[in-house]
Structures are given as structure tokens and as C-alpha cells.
């Protein structure tokens, strides 16, 4: 039987806190700036580390990745909008334990075609997790995002993947959001892994800007991004960072 990590589990319960409450600022005239604070106040004051903090010598708490800001973008004086798609990626470490998460928000009304977007890679999540167990493969995962996803019209970024977490914020396997049924690392019991489809509204080509960190999609197109920290039982996925 799985004993979870007690402090695995508060660094789940303190990201999936930080989460909600960032979740209250994603709105029109919020400076991208003052989320990156609350996010940094909030895991310091439950007593824990932001993980992103200093990794590779990376300088916030969390990654703020605007409309075509694919993921790593460093927050930035910038005032969200009508129409933004916003993604809030964090990780929040206690005592050596590490979980990393992340959320899109469409900030005020989107388009219908965003909107879809957004609701379709937190679909392939969702049942990306239910595969996460014991014997099945990271290419069972793969394939399911795959198909959910492109079924749906969308595009599956490929050079970005899940990994696995816990002790370090990354490590193997990694987990595309591609494959075949069968194929991949084993899935075991015990392992922390980190599941993220990231996807766009149309085919991409990916460059990383001047900062050496944010990775944006060319030409100028919309992306989203959810994750979610599970541990796999001997009765199935359990969600480390998931939102009450």
C-alpha cells in the first residue's frame, strides 16, 4: 500500500491554494507583477519554499505565460486584457518535496475558439490522470492528450512535456503528450509525476526570447497549458494539487 509523503501533500495543498487565489486575479487591469507577489507571499507565508525560485538561476516564483507566451515566462509589468489567455505555472517545495502545477485562465470573454481550447487541454488532463496507474505506460497517457486534442482541431506542442517530480522538480520519465498505447516507461507504484498538455490554437514554431527563458509560439497564436502533481497507489492516481 502507498503511504504519500505528508509533506508531499502539503506542498500539493499549499500550490492548489495558491492556485485559487491567483485564479481571483486573473482579470482585466491586473499588472502581471502584482500575481507574481501574491503567489510569492502566499507560499512563504504557509510555510513553504517556491520551487521555481532560483532553479537554473530562474528570478520569480512562478512562470506568467501570456496568449502567445507559451511556458517559462518570467513576470513581467504588463496589465492583462480582454481576450488574454493567461497561464500560472508554479511549484511549491516542503522539505524537500516538491509539486508543480499549472492553470490557463481566460481573462474577461474570449473567443468561443479560445475558450474551446482551454476546456479541451483541461479535458485531456483529466483523463490523462485516469490512466496514470500501475502497469499502464507514459504512452497510454501520450496518445489519450493526442487524441482528445487533435481530434478536437488543436495542436499538440511536442517539444514540451510531463516529467516526473517529488525530490526534484524535474525528473524522468518524461511524458510526452504524443504516442502509442504500449510504448514509454512503465508507470509504478510510487511514482510522483507531473502531467501537462500544452497545447495551441494552430501549428507553431517555437523560439526562446532574449531572456533565455520565455519560450513563445510564432506566428502570434493563442496556447494552453494545465498540469496537475499526482502519485500513482495501488488504487489509482491520487491529485496532489488539485483545487478545491
Not at 3 to 21: M, P, V
Not at 227 to 242: C, D, F, Q, R, S
Amino acid at each position: 500500500m502507498t503511504a504519500i509523503n505528508k509533506d508531499l501533500i502539503e506542498a500539493g495543498r499549499i500550490a492548489a491554494n495558491t492556485h485559487k487565489e491567483i485564479a481571483k486575479l486573473a482579470t482585466p487591469g491586473t499588472n502581471l507583477l502584482t500575481i507574481e507577489k501574491k503567489a510569492r507571499d502566499l507560499i512563504a507565508a504557509s510555510g513553504a519554499n517556491a520551487a521555481f525560485l532560483g532553479y537554473k538561476g530562474y528570478p520569480a516564483a512562478s512562470c506568467l505565460s501570456v496568449n502567445s507566451a507559451v511556458v517559462h515566462a518570467i513576470p513581467q509589468n504588463y496589465v492583462l486584457k480582454p481576450g488574454d489567455v493567461l497561464s500560472v505555472d508554479l511549484g511549491v517545495e516542503k522539505n524537500g518535496w516538491i509539486v508543480d502545477t499549472a492553470w490557463s485562465h481566460a481573462v474577461g470573454e474570449v473567443t468561443p475558439r479560445v475558450a474551446q481550447l482551454l476546456s479541451v487541454t483541461k479535458k485531456s488532463l483529466d483523463e490523462a490522470i485516469k490512466l496514470a496507474r500501475i502497469g499502464n505506460r507514459v504512452g497510454d497517457i501520450g496518445e489519450k492528450v493526442q487524441k482528445i486534442v487533435e481530434g478536437a482541431g488543436f495542436h499538440i506542442i511536442r517539444d514540451l512535456t510531463g516529467h516526473g517530480v517529488g525530490k526534484e522538480l524535474q525528473m524522468p520519465p518524461s511524458i510526452p503528450n504524443y504516442g502509442r498505447t504500449g510504448t514509454g516507461a512503465e508507470i509504478k507504484e510510487g511514482m510522483v509525476l507531473a502531467l501537462e498538455p500544452i497545447t495551441a490554437i494552430q501549428p507553431v514554431q517555437l523560439t526562446i526570447e532574449n531572456d533565455n527563458w520565455t519560450i513563445r509560439a510564432h506566428p502570434d497564436v493563442v496556447c494552453a497549458h494545465f498540469e496537475h502533481t499526482i502519485i500513482v497507489t495501488h488504487t489509482g492516481p491520487v491529485v496532489l494539487t488539485k483545487v478545491a
